[in-house]
């Protein structure tokens, strides 16, 4: 090596602490609080939105919700197919509007 340490010199015999350990278990330290910081952020953004943690409540809140989309789809499509009707010497789709 060239010149000195970078922080002070350092006599050979002394023993030197790796600063690799320290800097991995901070960072260990920081990603286990910005993990923790998320999961809470999520569990109160669902608590929010459906008053509840409940697996099982928020479950059947779901089920519902999909239940009243798909009614609101069939009846979409039965309005449309009623307006339409085919004519049988064509073939073709024409609209009744």
Do not use: C, K, W
Not at 1 to 26: C, F, H, K, W
Not at 34 to 46: K, P, W
Not at 65 to 90: C, F, G, K, N, Y
């Amino acid at each position: 090596s060239r010149g000195q340490e970078p922080i002070y010199p350092l006599n050979s015999d002394q023993p030197v602490s790796d600063p690799l350990v320290q800097a991995m278990t901070l960072t260990a330290i920081v990603i286990s609080f910005g993990i923790s910081a998320l999961l809470i952020s999520m569990i109160y953004r669902v608590y929010q939105s459906h008053r509840s943690v409940d697996l099982e409540r928020i479950s059947s809140i779901e089920e519902r919700a999909v239940q009243r989309e798909e009614q609101a789809t069939a009846a979409r499509r039965i309005e449309t197919l009623e307006d339409r009707e085919i004519d049988p010497d064509s073939e073709q789709v024409e609209s009744t509007r």
